[in-house]
């Protein structure tokens, strides 16, 4: 089981998606950034650490949203999402080939990495969006 944490990010009522690169694994799903936890590190400092190095932004790590544990046919994942601020920096891509920022209503239009479709759904049901399966 490997330890992940992602950010819903959130910028001026809208948040931030990522498509995962060519050279990654779920190669061309989209996500909620994050990354792996290192030994020793809190989930939060995780999430801001990764998210810099991922995407050259500072962020803060806000309130525990959900956890979703995922088995892939080759690794299962340990998922925890967080509700994070976007405070500084310009989006350098490093991991990911496209961002866009998103309107909650339009979620469903991506075709999400499969641990983070749980995250998706109840973050429309959160905002009213009963209707969604």
Not at 47 to 64: N, Y
């Amino acid at each position: 089981m490997i330890d992940v944490v992602a950010g819903i990010i959130w910028k001026d009522g809208r948040i931030l998606l990522a498509r995962r690169g060519k050279q990654k694994h779920l190669a061309g799903k989209w996500e909620f950034p994050g990354g792996k936890i290192e030994l020793g590190e809190s989930a939060e400092i995780a999430l801001e650490r990764e998210l810099k190095e991922e995407l050259s932004i500072q962020t803060r790590t806000e309130d525990f949203f959900d956890l979703n544990i995922h088995h892939y046919s080759s690794v299962s994942i340990k998922l925890q999402a967080y509700n994070s601020a976007y405070i500084s920096g310009e989006i350098c891509l490093s991991d990911h080939d496209k961002i866009e920022w998103v309107e909650i209503q339009d979620l469903l239009k991506y075709d999400f990495a499969e641990a983070d479709i749980p995250l998706v759904y109840k973050l429309m049901q959160k905002f009213g969006y009963k209707d969604i399966n």
